[in-house]
């Protein structure tokens, strides 16, 4: 298999830095999404949980701009901007700097290889209490106006809990007449108005979302429940769209309707777990058998994560990512093992 930096890698990258988003989903082309933002540069001391905003990019960029890289590295193909949280009730004048330098950012590594940048926001503050539209699609559309100028290439709103809010952030975001990714953070249950991924999916789809998905929240496993459940509703509906998936980096079988957030390991002690580079493998293909063909990760989906699906879906892509060249597929670097018996393995 050719690594990415190979002549044959370099044509196929070269083909699709000629395609956008849709262009390269149509094409049934396999799009890899980046991962953890927020729990990765907490841990690394670069954010701060409880408030879990994103004013890492302007205090500290270059650490923003190492882990876009790394992700690069493993084969992600969209960086998408890193402005969780970053609308104007959550960080109040900061708001404005924080989504200008998250894009510049995100272009900036995307530039260096196979990457589209993705301008992203997420459910507000306001909704559970107020419900106000008019307010909350004025925070959307301030967030869009910094990513119109800064010209990314699409838009996703992601980790929303109620569908409601989801399709307001829809219609907000294509005003922008760029393609709409929207990812729910929800499970097999559905929103937490009880509105069911069938009935979510139909919904994001009608506002006008040409991809749609969940993100967040649950492990693997349980995201692909929800998945299947989207795309029958979709089905049942009469209605098609791109197919994304997100997952947390985490096993949480035992996850209720609320996600890892009801868990009291959360977020301080998740470390047990953590998937491992086998268990993304076999999520990815998975997904890829289910007809996902936007495969990423969010919180705990570390670099060798979404290195270890771009390996298992290298025969699909044709190549593997740069990130490869320093490892073997399913462990077979240990062949050069001093020890006989871990050779042996």
């Not at 997952?247 to 047990?272: N, Q, R, S």
Request: charged content about 25%; proline content about 5%; hydrophobic content about 40%.
């Amino acid at each position: 298999m050719a690594l990415a930096g190979s002549p044959r890698a370099k044509k196929v990258i070269f083909l699709s830095l000629l395609q956008g988003i849709l262009e390269r989903l149509d094409s049934g082309e396999v799009v890899i999404g980046d991962g953890s933002f927020l729990i990765t540069l907490e841990k690394r001391g670069y954010v701060k949980a409880g408030l879990w905003t994103s004013e890492a990019v302007v205090e500290h960029p270059n650490a923003v701009h190492q882990l876009h890289m790394e992700f690069l590295r493993a084969g992600s193909n969209v960086m998408q901007t890193f402005t969780f949280s970053a609308s104007e009730d959550k960080m109040e004048s900061q708001w404005e700097a924080v989504n200008t330098a998250a894009c510049d950012l995100a272009r900036e590594v995307a530039n260096k290889g196979d990457a589209l940048v993705a301008g992203g926001i997420c459910q507000t503050s306001l909704y559970k209490h107020h419900k106000d539209e008019a307010r909350i699609k004025k925070l959307f559309r301030l967030q869009l106006e910094v990513f119109a100028r800064k010209n990314v290439d699409f838009l996703i709103a992601e980790y929303f809990e109620h569908a409601e809010e989801a399709v307001w952030a829809v219609e907000v975001l294509k005003e922008a007449r760029k393609p709409v990714a929207a990812t729910m953070c929800i499970g097999p249950e559905g929103d937490m108005h009880g509105v069911t991924p069938g009935e979510c999916a139909v919904k994001l789809v009608k506002a006008g979302a040409s991809i749609i998905g969940v993100n967040c929240r649950f492990g693997p496993w349980t995201s692909l429940k929800t998945m299947r459940l989207m795309k029958e509703g979709l089905w049942a509906a009469g209605l098609k769209a791109h197919l994304m998936v997100q997952p947390l980096g985490f096993h949480m079988p035992d996850c209720g309707k609320g996600g890892f957030v009801d868990l009291p390991e959360y977020p301080f002690a998740l470390e047990p777990r953590v998937a491992t580079r086998w268990d993304i493998q076999k999520y990815a293909r998975e997904a890829y058998n289910l007809g996902v063909r936007y495969i990423g990760g969010c919180c705990g989906f570390e670099p060798y994560h979404i290195r270890a699906i771009a390996e298992e879906l290298a025969p699909e892509r044709g190549f593997l990512p740069p990130s490869s060249d320093k490892h073997g597929s399913w462990g077979s670097g240990l062949n050069t093992h001093t020890k006989p018996w871990i050779r042996a393995r």
